[in-house]
T-cell receptor, first 112, second 115 residues
């Protein structure tokens, strides 16, 4: 069974601060996705990374896939209250039996 | 597109009753997934379909759970009989891309409470 460990589990910061959350596994994934989930809603896809060492930027969010494709990080610059939510990483197993394995998430609260 | 549509949004039922959750995927998406989310276990994959055919149901907790996809635009997840430990948020998601680049589109979920 492939497991994804996310850290920290909870993070509370002030508006304007920077933060990094992590997603780690002992397994290799063919792709890694990040989602954000707001209360009462389903997760929404933010980004997909597929190449080891890949870095993608989405405005103030920077996503990196580890060289060995076992880990990933999400860095937010100058966090805003609108960034509040549950951040989930998900690893893709690829192949003909494609499915995603989700971590339990990091619950981020950005205080104004 | 209206996105993935789930119904009902909330369901409260008594232990032992049958519960049916419904999902309409995005038109053209050929993969459909049912997930369950709890605080303790996070998002767990229950079952997924490709072109209406169940591919992997290894996540279905036990025989009380069953899922069907009679056509490309509709799927159901049924629990019979329901138990309090089934209380969770159930999500349906759909995807059109096989392999590593496809992202899931999730519905808003059904919050199930079994009392």
């Amino acid at each position: 069974t492939q497991l994804l460990e996310q850290s920290p589990q909870f993070l509370s910061i002030q508006e304007g601060e920077n933060l990094t959350v992590y997603c780690n596994s002992s397994s290799v994934f063919s792709s890694l996705q990040w989602y954000r989930q707001e209360p009462g809603e389903g997760p929404v896809l933010l980004v997909t990374v597929v190449t080891g060492g890949e870095v993608k930027k989405l405005k103030r969010l920077t996503f990196q896939f580890g060289d060995a494709r076992k880990d990933s990080s999400l860095h937010i610059t100058a966090a805003q209250p609108g960034d509040t939510g549950l951040y989930l990483c998900a690893g893709g197993s690829g192949g003909s039996n494609y499915k995603l394995t989700f971590g339990k998430g990091t619950l981020l609260t950005v205080n104004p | 597109d209206a996105g993935v549509i789930q119904s009902p949004r909330h369901e409260v039922t008594e232990m032992g009753q049958e519960v049916t959750l419904r999902c309409k995927p995005i038109s053209g998406h050929d993969y459909l997934f049912w997930y369950r989310q709890t605080m303790m276990r996070g998002l767990e994959l229950l079952i997924y379909f490709n072109n209406n055919v169940p591919i992997d149901d290894s996540g279905m907790p036990e025989d009380r759970f069953s899922a069907k996809m009679p056509n490309a635009s509709f799927s159901t997840l049924k629990i019979q009989p329901s138990e309090p430990r089934d209380s969770a948020v159930y999500f349906c998601a759909s995807n059109f891309a096989l392999g590593r680049v496809g992202g899931y589109t999730f519905g808003s979920g059904t919050r199930l409470t079994v009392v």
